[in-house]
Each structure stands twice: as structure tokens, then as C-alpha cells.
């Protein structure tokens, strides 16, 4: 049951008024061993919503610790990934017929022989969306839906050199980065001072995960990229919330 602070407040998902029955962490305790679970953000969040989410985080859990790159990728594989997989006979099998052999570059940048596992990218996109709306509620209190559009995507060196130049650019109304789980999950956000519906985000998953992109071969990125925005052609043109498609997770 929800706490009377959240109960009956706006989703901070979908913006609908009076109908959140839950405080949904912003990035689900399941993702952090049980010393690091200590604190972590909560939003209000309607049935719905917290539902979807959380379907999409049970995906990403089965799937994208097993490129991690952090600490405590070892045990989380162990006491996380194979619990999960065990119960779902499709998934095995799906990633079975999807390992390939291939070079795997750390954070580091060294070379490793290594393989790839078949992911799909447009789950961790919507998910990185949802966690956009929950931080900037949490750090800002700035609800951003329904009025604007949250959309997400990995970028290769020159997208991240052009994220990198928006972000010294804007007039910022806030910045903020966290680390949380010993690089479980690290990001950094910032909002725009004359509209802070106006954000964007970068975030990695267990240290920074090699993604390939199925469609952009010898392309990988480590981090993903969310933006928000209430400009009306700003969103026609991307007309979802979100972005994304086939990829492979590197194993190292």
C-alpha cells in the first residue's frame, strides 16, 4: 500500500491527476544488491504505469547484467539473472540461438575475445524514459507528462560529442548526477532554467554495458541518452516515448 504522501496524487508517468495507489521506486530495488538498496528515490504512480514499468524492468534484469562491467557484475548474475532466466524457458532460449563470437572492448579500452547476447534495446529505452519522469519529479518536483514527450536513444562518438556540446550550452535551472549501487546505475540530468519540462539525461546500467546496435555494425555505445521536451513539432516528429530497436549486449 501506498503512503498517504503519495496516495491520490498525479502519476508522475502518465500525468494523470489523483490516481497514483503506489510509490514506485524510480529505479526498481531489484536492481541493487541488499546493502545498496538504502534510500532510493520514490515518485507517486498509478496502477497502470507501475505495471508496464515494471514488465519492462523484469526484461532488462534477466538480461542486461550479464554484460556488466561494474564490481558486482559477478554476484548479480549469480543471485539475479540466473533466478530469473530459470523461470522464463522463452527467454533462455531466445538468447541461446542469439550468442555470437566477437570482440568485446572494455570501459578501458582494451580488447577482449568475447560474445554478444540479443537484446531488445526498445525495452531500456522506455524504461530510461520512465526513469527520466521519476528524477526530475524527485530532484526538481517537476512533473513533465503529459505535456511533454520523454525520448531515448544510445548514441555512437559523434551523437555523444553533440550531447556533450548541448549540455554546456543550456541555460540550466538545475543539474544533478548520482552514482547509486557502486555503478549499478549512474546519470547525470539537467533542466532548462526558462522551462525545466526542457531536460536531458545520460545514464549507464552496471558500470556502462556494451550495446551494438543490430542496424550500425562495429557502432557500440555504453550509455543511454534521454530527452524531454513540450515543443509541439519537437514531438511530432519523434510521435512516441520512445526510440530504440534490436541489439546485442557484449560479455566480456
Known amino acids: 500500500m501506498a503512503s498517504k504522501k503519495y496516495r491520490n496524487k498525479t502519476c508522475v508517468y502518465c500525468g494523470e491527476a489523483a490516481v497514483a495507489e503506489t510509490a514506485d521506486h524510480v529505479v526498481a530495488r531489484e536492481f541493487f544488491s541488499m546493502d545498496t538498496r538504502a534510500n ?6 498509478c496502477r497502470d504505469c507501475n505495471n508496464h514499468k515494471s514488465q519492462l524492468e523484469h526484461y532488462v534484469l534477466s538480461v542486461l547484467p550479464m554484460g556488466g562491467v561494474h564490481s558486482g557484475a559477478p554476484a548479480a548474475i549469480v543471485n539475479q539473472v540466473g533466478p530469473r532466466l530459470a523461470k522464463n524457458a522463452a527467454l533462455q532460449r531466445a538468447l541461446l540461438a542469439g550468442q555470437r563470437d566477437r570482440a568485446i572492448m ?16 526498445e525495452r531500456l529505452a522506455t524504461l530510461g524514459c520512465y526513469i527520466a519522469l521519476g528524477l526530475a519529479w524527485h530532484h526538481w518536483r517537476v512533473q513533465i507528462a503529459p505535456s511533454a514527450l520523454a525520448n531515448a536513444r544510445s548514441f555512437t562518438a559523434a551523437g555523444t560529442r553533440f550531447f556533450e556540446d548541448m549540455w554546456d550550452r543550456l541555460d540550466a535551472g538545475g543539474r544533478i548526477a548520482h552514482n547509486w549501487g557502486n555503478g549499478v546505475f549512474e546519470y547525470r540530468g539537467v ?13 549507464s546500467f552496471f558500470g ?25 513539432e519537437w514531438i511530432a516528429q519523434r510521435g512516441a516515448r520512445r526510440a530504440g530497436g534490436r541489439a546485442s549486449i557484449g560479455l566480456g
Open 40 to 45: 532510493l528515490p520514490k515518485v507517486p504512480a
Open 191 to 203: 533542466c532548462v532554467r526558462t522551462n525545466p519540462r526542457v531536460t536531458l539525461w545520460q545514464m
Open 106 to 121: 572494455t570501459p578501458d579500452g582494451r580488447w577482449w575475445q568475447g560474445m554478444s547476447l540479443p537484446f531488445e534495446a
Open 208 to 232: 556502462g554495458v556494451e550495446l551494438a546496435d543490430s542496424e550500425k555494425p562495429g557502432q557500440t555505445s555504453r550509455t543511454l541518452f534521454v530527452a524531454t521536451n513540450d515543443d509541439p
